[in-house]
């Protein structure tokens, strides 16, 4: 038996752990409990093993080092800035005011709201990075409201809860700087090779939430009209900025179709980089995109003949466009050449020029009487600039290499501050910002690190025996024996990430699974005929860039499963949060007087469904489009190369004199 045990230990200390965890047992001493355990065994069984146990008692004195190790690790020192930027906005009333001005611009359209909600959620993700606070945030605010003008209640909780757990891909994430550290990458890299697939997850909720008003059309009503406020009060005006607007956008749609088509189709089909599905999901983007402008266009005619428009929507849409021609002229002749850090550059630019027109729009308005902006476009650009200026001090830094995740995370943590204390004196309000809230936030940061940091260190100890018994060669034999290859080895890993994702929360599975792993990913991507396919296409050439990049897209990948962990029942972190805010027995509607209905846990769970669903078409895109994540580098010009040896070749030689020590001395 003890024989037995020896040649086996190392699969029987991953399941004890399982059990534990399944007990009940907090994961911090879980791991750390099993790691000692197992430690004390396998020192005694050390002889039975023939060599595959490789403990001795004078390993224990290597873990205070490793603790040290925990501590002082500068990458970790970026999640406590992010949770507390996050918590300082979500305090201030920034998510208040952004859904309520996005929920009145989308709210007549059918399904407004859920768009809204959508919509806030990333923008949300990618300031605050905290589940926790959006879920909440979204719940307390939009929640009442669709329950009023009568949103289905699964698609209003599943919207709500999905569009909370995007920041948990969209950067700055905690999970992807986790991840970062377990898989040993560099923040920034993950940030950027995440940033488009949390768009692109976006978009497909609000694919969906179309698809439900379609088939659905009572699941998700549009607001009356004197629901939603800022509508114009002079119609002769609000026909003339209508009819204006609308001229523009179809020129420029025109002038857009003419000069850039040719460009427009290679650059999206070309995106998805080579290979049949690729081609198809190219295909298919385009085609959709050519649907949505053809009906943007039929719209746009219809409003240039009658001069009716919903508020005055055109006048936004014309500045955002304006404001992204602007943003892409400007970055594109710099030397950013593509990928993440082009979007959020061309961005932070869009928002300046966009802010720079509302600012002037202000001013004539209030001094000359006369405005081209609508209310309700001028409203959305000063509610959406800060949080977007927040987002270009945080990403834009990190993507541009001027400063480090944990800098860029410092930044907004004042960034947070200051938007905080600007908004108190505008609105005149002390509850915007105070020290209660400086100090509410300040306590959930320190208590979610401290977490952090035990879990840490307790998946330290259980590493320190699991290493010690071969336990990493025992799953990485087991992994890179799959059949199918690369592809055989991600279904598996995904598959088993997902499942285990109903008992065990994200930081369980990056502190855990994720190192097991890593080893394992690493030999398939050097070693198998497949990666190397796929790593030639985006010009990935030696062993080191092959692994340094493919890890990314392997934690991108492992980034957005687990954001089924806190979607899916029956321990999904978002559900919790939403149920903890739903209204669990009958209330009074506040503006309708009307008795409505609680909210059921069954319907939370019910909703979240078919979110989970599309999180997993989501990995498996990321999985067969590895061009979401990588950009494709580009190759050395050996023209520059050839000048530059030439220039070093042309350097003068210096002369160093001699120096005269003088006589050796004698002895």
């Known amino acids: ?112 709201l859920a768009y809204a909600v959508i919509f806030v959620g990333a923008l ?43 920041a948990q891909i969209i950067p700055p994430s905690l999970v992807l700087i986790v991840m970062a550290d377990q898989l040993g990458a560099d923040v920034g890299s993950m940030y950027e090779g995440a940033f488009v697939p949390g768009l692109v997850l976006s978009s497909m909720y609000a694919f969906y939430v179309f698809l439900v008003t379609v088939f659905f059309p009572k699941a998700a009503p549009g607001l009356p009209a004197e629901a939603v406020g ?24 025109a002038a857009a179709a003419v000069g850039f088509a040719p460009g427009v189709k290679e650059t999206v089909v070309s995106g998805f980089a080579s290979g049949a ?28 003949t009658t001069g009716e428009e919903s508020r005055g929507i055109l006048s936004l849409a014309f500045l955002v466009i304006v404001a992204g021609i602007v943003g892409w002229w400007v970055i594109s002749r710099s ?39 609508s209310k309700i476009a001028q409203q959305t650009t000063f509610v ?79 590493s320190l025996t699991f290493y010690g018994v071969n336990g990493h060669v025992w799953v990485e034999e087991l992994l890179s024996s799959l059949p199918g290859g690369l592809y055989g080895f991600l ?20 502190f855990i699974i994720i190192p097991l792993l890593k080893p394992a990913a690493e030999k398939i991507f050097i070693t198998d005929p497949t990666a190397l396919a796929i790593a030639a296409q985006y010009g990935l050439t030696t062993p080191e860039d092959i692994a340094k990049t493919m890890i990314i897209w392997f934690g991108v990948m492992l980034g957005v499963n687990m954001q089924t962990s806190f979607m899916h029942p029956p321990f999904g972190f978002a559900l919790f949060f939403l149920r903890s805010v739903a209204p669990r027995n009958p209330y009074k509607d506040k503006v309708t007087g009307k008795l409505m209905e609680p ?13 989970v669903v599309i999180q997993l078409i989501m990995v498996t895109l990321v999985m067969t489009t590895p061009g979401l994540v990588v950009s494709k580098k580009e190759a050395p010009n050996l023209a520059d190369q050839k000048k530059a040896l030439e220039q070093l070749n042309n350097i003068p030689a210096i002369d160093i004199p001699g120096l005269d020590l003088g006589a050796p001395p004698k002895f």
Not at 277 to 304: H, M, N, P
Not at 337 to 357: E, P, R
Not at 385 to 408: D, H, K, Q, R, S
Request: charged share 10%; with cysteine; glycine share 8%.
């Open 599 to 611: 909210i059921k846990t069954s319907q939370i769970y019910w909703g979240a469904v078919p979110f």
């Open 124 to 166: 949300l993700a990618a300031t605050t990075g905290v589940v926790a606070a959006s879920v909440i945030s979204m719940g307390l605010i939009s929640l009442p409201i669709m329950l009023r003008y009568g949103y289905d209640r699964r698609l209003a909780t599943g919207v709500i809860a999905a569009s909370g757990t995007l």
């Open 230 to 253: 800022f509508r114009e009060t002079n119609p002769r005006s609000a026909k003339i900025l209508a009819r204006t607007n609308a001229g523009f956008i179809l020129a420029g749609l």
């Open 335 to 373: 030397e950013t050449k593509g990928g993440a850090d082009f979007v959020i550059l061309a961005m932070s630019v869009a928002v300046a020029f966009s802010f720079a027109v509302a600012v002037v729009n202000y001013v004539c308005d209030r001094f000359l009487g006369f405005r081209f902006l």
């Open 1 to 112: 038996m003890a024989a037995f045990i020896a040649h086996n230990i190392a699969p029987i200390m991953f399941a004890s752990l399982v059990v534990f965890l399944l007990l009940g047992y907090p994961v911090a001493f879980a791991l750390a409990g099993c790691g000692l355990f197992f430690f004390v065994v396998g020192v005694e069984l050390a002889p039975l093993s023939h060599g595959t146990i490789h403990l001795d008692w004078v390993l224990l004195q290597t873990l205070p080092e490793r603790v040290y190790g925990v501590m002082s690790n500068d990458v970790l020192l970026a999640i406590p800035f992010f949770t507390f930027m996050g918590l300082i906005l979500e305090r201030s009333g920034m998510a208040e005011d952004l859904l309520d001005t996005i929920g009145q611009l989308f709210g007549t359209v059918r399904g407004g």
């Open 384 to 462: 959406m600039v800060p949080p977007l200026a927040l987002i270009f001090l945080v990403l834009g830094t990190i993507f541009i290499g001027v400063a480090t995740p944990t800098e860029g995370g410092a930044m907004g943590a004042s960034g947070a501050m200051l938007l905080a204390a600007l908004k108190r004196y505008l609105d005149k309000d002390p509850s915007r910002f105070n020290f209660t809230i400086v100090k509410q936030a300040t306590e959930s940061t320190a208590k979610l690190s401290a977490f952090v940091v035990f879990i840490l260190i307790g998946a330290r100890v259980f």
């Open 491 to 510: 279904i598996v890993v995904n598959l088993a990430v997902f499942f285990l994702a109903f008992f065990l929360d994200f930081f369980e599975l990056a």
């Open 277 to 304: 599905v690729s081609e198809i999901l190219g295909s298919g983007a385009l085609v959709l995109i050519v649907a949505a402008l053809a009906l943007f266009a039929v719209k746009l005619v219809k409003v240039l």
